[in-house]
């Protein structure tokens, strides 16, 4: 079995509030320490009614709080939303809080739709996404204890740090959907993630296009990555098959311009049936996730694993809820983890 590893968006189903959301996820993050995960990443998605997962740093600084041995990170960070001086604060002064315990994320999408994009760019942060390579080598300089030199016309230099004297810095990955991210973090020789649980397609090109262009770097580190997966895991597959689907019909609404709503329950997808397009669009999801019993989906994601040649898979445990279940908890997605926790999630 691979090393498993966590994605949360930090979901909001109907009825409940952002600080149940929140207060959910955070028992999840305990939870994933308990069990031997190797990382637990917050991704970032703007005025999304399902989502409370707006600020990865706050999140992170909340769990590695709540942990004492997972690594913790944004998965990611979008970059064209903010400016690369704050970003470099923000997990500098992370990477001081839990030493050797932080991944930086950075991605280049806005992560929204484009008012969220315009609203987010009245702060002046660098939004030009022509210039992202850029801003990622400015962050891996600005976290190192080193920090970066800036030379001004007059040819003096100015000397800029994230922090006054690091000791360590964050672990800085790539994320992308296409060839582009893969492309670029071999020529920077930086760790990189494909976006599968999501994008669906691509994943075996991008990989190979990564690992035969990586360039090390001064790390002298080889090629690193892993593959993401949507999961749910239950007692019997029925249970199963049932939680994934209020998931399902979120993505569907997003990719068939559906109004967006916090996260059905179970009774409530199930009550309300949709057209023959949209019930295509969720089969066709349903393809690709990893849904059944905890040894079923063990044994799939063994096997998806050495598919692609990778020793970790991070899981984005999309288990929705039932009726009645609690709204300060995640009885699903806690069950998820626990199922297809052993005893795949010896950390390295």
Request: hydrophobic share 45%; glycine share 8%; proline share 7%.
């Amino acid at each position: 079995m691979p090393s498993l590893s966590v994605l949360d968006l930090v979901p909001v189903r109907a009825g409940q509030t952002s600080a149940q959301a929140v207060a959910s996820a955070l028992d999840l993050v305990e939870r994933a320490d308990r069990l031997g995960y190797r990382r637990y990443w917050f991704a970032e998605h703007h005025n999304m009614p399902a989502v409370a997962s707006t600020t990865p740093p706050v999140l992170i600084a909340a769990a590695a709080a709540r942990t004492s041995r997972i690594r913790v990170g944004s998965g990611g960070v979008m970059l064209p939303n903010h400016s690369p001086l704050i970003v470099a604060e923000q997990f500098a002064a992370l990477e001081a809080i839990a030493p050797d315990r932080i991944d930086l994320g950075i991605g280049r999408a806005p992560g929204s739709d484009p008012v969220i994009t315009q609203l987010l760019n009245r702060s002046g942060t660098t939004s030009d996404v022509s210039r992202f390579p850029d801003h990622v080598t400015d962050i891996m300089a600005l976290t190192s204890p080193e920090g970066a030199t800036v030379r001004f016309t007059s040819g003096t230099e100015y000397q800029v740090k994230a922090t006054p004297l690091a000791s360590g810095m964050p672990q800085i990955w790539l994320l992308g959907s296409s060839d582009y991210s893969a492309q670029l973090a071999a020529s920077f020789g930086l760790p990189y993630v494909f976006a599968n649980h999501f994008a669906g397609e691509g994943l075996e090109h991008a990989l190979r296009l990564y690992r035969d262009q990586f360039q090390p770097n001064e790390s002298g580190e080889g090629p690193q990555t892993f593959v993401t997966a949507n999961v749910v895991a239950a007692p019997t597959a029925e249970e199963a098959e049932e939680r994934a689907l209020p998931q399902l019909r979120m993505m569907a609404r997003i990719r068939t311009g559906r109004p967006l709503t916090p996260l059905e329950t179970v009774e409530q997808a199930k009550a309300d049936p949709w057209d023959a397009m949209a019930e295509s669009m969720i089969a066709s999801s349903r393809q690709k996730w990893f849904v059944g019993t905890g040894a079923d989906v063990q044994g799939q994601l063994a096997a998806f694993a050495a598919q692609y040649g990778v020793d970790e898979i991070m899981v984005s445990p999309v288990a929705g809820a039932y009726d009645g279940e609690s709204l300060e908890s995640s009885v699903g997605r806690a069950q998820t983890l626990e199922l297809i926790a052993a005893p795949a999630t010896v950390a390295a």
